[in-house]
């Protein structure tokens, strides 16, 4: 949703003083300094928008790839050498990546840099801003937002350095999971009581009190695997702290969809109950962190669905671009979709495509050899038409070895596509102004479900079996559920957060991202967790490798 957010459009003096990218423990050269900003009310306002413009940064793609493509959720194959990016996708899908592989260097630089952002501006307000109320929201803001990015960086790396501390540019090495989980449950509960408890549009894209409690409740539903204590009770607290609040409720069946369309935010239908914490897009601001950008229909819509000339098809979304196209599901994940009176089976390009009156077919005219790069017949050259068709599986027919399904009609239209965050027709790039939730209502609900079925007490009368019958009553016109095994709560959280990040977490919980899917065989648990970059090293000396790499 285009917004205008103070934190985000910032003044020109600010945005000029932060450099690009920081690691923890080096540095950040700036001219943002108490000598010279802020003073008043309003730069105390902007002074925080560097951290959540850092916040964007990678989350809708280095680490929406990261936490997708190592999973049955996703995949993005080579077709004809394009996509092939360094093998980083290859890595992904195989189990097999480096400290090299470019989305782990990404991540770790993208996360660092948040933490490197807030703790310089925590120091910055510190000493500047007045004491009272405001201030101590300011500073708890910025601090979820940091946690929000150690939370992050624990779940993907392990052990990793606490660096809270602006100015303090000593190595620092890795610290246990466990001592990061205490740092961050203790920190959070500190920000609680200076935090917003108003859901609007005053506090949208800033974390309030039931973010934290999010923040909370999903930690304590991992603690068992990140810190060997099971903490299950704690977590069905914190989500009844959500959901005695009364302040949201599910989307319906009518607006689930339009819940993630480009117009999403405090005000629009589904996004306005839902939404807990939201990270704002803006398709005419990328900000100053490179990758500040929402580029899912980039991706994810089939390039013949897309700008197109005469004959290549049809634009059906009515975007100014032509989209790339690499990235699909896998049928191992897209077989949780099997009702179909659900909702969200909408949320996927699937089979035979058709014009917006459902009756016309959408065409492409190309050639014989066009359409098949492997056709052998004397008359390749000759035309072919044929109806657009979304295929479910993925063959690497040109090469196994470079992970390439070849570079025809045939390859281009293999894997069946999520369109949730729909193309956006009012942007004029790739960019989109679709907000992307990380923590909704009805994960509470879902997380409060598996808290008690993991032998959490049950409280406020729930059972997992209503707590996710009253998700499912407003996802499907189908028959409520007799029971609930926490296998299906696992294919529920697969149908309700396909393509936002959370899989990756999910899998892991529950075992199975040792899995076979895809073409995927490798079952080595340290690969639970990823390298600690190589570039990392030479910032930090201190730090520590992850066992296996």
């Avoid at 093998?87 to 990404?106: E, K």
């Avoid at 909702?343 to 492409?364: E, F, S």
């Amino acid at each position: 949703m285009k917004k205008l957010i103070a934190y985000i459009v910032l003044p020109a003096l600010l945005l000029s003083a932060i450099s690009s990218c920081h690691k923890l423990d080096v540095p950040i050269t700036t001219q943002l300094t108490p000598d010279v900003f802020p003073r008043d009310s309003s730069q105390f306002i902007a002074a925080s928008g560097p951290v959540y413009v850092a916040l964007r940064g990678n989350y809708a793609a280095e680490w929406f790839f990261q936490q997708t493509y190592s999973t049955e959720e996703g995949i993005m194959p080579a077709r004809g050498g394009n996509w092939y990016d360094g093998a980083q996708n290859v890595q992904m899908h195989y189990h097999n990546w480096t400290r090299d592989n470019g989305y782990v260097n990404g991540n770790w630089d993208w996360l660092s840099t948040v933490i490197g952002y807030a703790n310089q501006t925590l120091s910055i307000l510190g000493t500047t801003e007045p004491a009272g109320a405001a201030k101590n929201t300011n500073m708890a803001e910025i601090k979820m937002v940091r946690d929000l990015a150690y939370f992050f960086m624990m779940d993907n790396y392990g052990n990793v350095p606490l660096d809270t501390v602006y100015g303090d540019f000593s190595p620092h090495t890795n610290v246990p999971r466990a001592q990061v989980f205490n740092f961050l449950e203790n920190d959070i509960k500190s920000c609680i009581p200076s935090l917003s408890t108003v859901n609007g549009v005053s506090t949208y894209g800033r974390p309030t009190v039931y973010c934290a409690y999010a923040l909370l409740a999903k930690m304590y539903l991992n603690a068992e695997y990140y810190t060997g204590t099971g903490r299950y009770n704690d977590c069905i607290a914190a989500c009844d702290n959500v959901i005695s609040s009364g302040k949201f409720n599910f989307a319906t069946i009518a607006n689930y969809l339009q819940m993630f369309y480009p117009q999403n935010g405090p005000t629009a239908p589904g996004s306005k109950d839902e939404f807990i914490f939201a990270i704002p897009y803006d398709a005419t601001s990328v900000g100053n962190y490179g990758r500040s950008a929402n580029y899912h229909a980039r991706y994810d819509v089939p390039r013949s669905m897309g700008l197109v000339s005469a004959g290549a098809g049809y634009n059906y979304f009515n975007i100014p671009y032509t989209p790339g196209a690499p990235a699909s599901t896998l049928p191992e994940f897209y077989a949780n979709f099997n009702d179909p009176n659900d909702i969200r089976n909408k949320q996927w390009l699937t089979g035979l495509q058709y014009r917006q009156d459902g009756v016309t077919p959408i065409t492409i005219t190309t050639t014989l050899k066009g359409y098949d790069q492997f056709y052998a017949g004397a008359n390749g050259s000759d035309p072919y038409t044929y109806q657009l068709n979304l295929t479910p599986n993925i063959v690497l027919r040109q090469s196994v070895a470079l992970f390439d399904c070849g570079n025809d009609e045939i390859a281009w239209n293999m894997g069946y596509r999520n369109i949730k965050f729909y193309p956006d027709a009012t942007s004029t790039s790739r960019n989109q102004n679709n907000d992307i939730p990380v923590f909704r209502y009805s994960d509470i609900i879902l997380m409060k479900a598996e808290a008690i079925l993991r032998g959490g007490t049950a409280t406020l009368g729930h059972t997992p079996l209503s707590l996710v019958n009253s998700l499912r009553a407003n996802r499907t016109t189908s028959a409520p559920l007799a029971t609930v095994t926490l296998n299906d709560i696992l294919a529920e959280r697969s149908r309700e957060f396909a393509w936002e990040g959370w899989h990756r977490n999910d899998v892991i919980r529950y075992g199975k991202y040792e899995g076979t899917w895809g073409f995927k065989t490798n079952n080595e648990t340290y690969r639970r967790i990823f390298p600690i970059p190589t570039g990392a090293f030479a910032v930090n000396p201190a730090l520590v490798q992850n066992p296996g790499y």
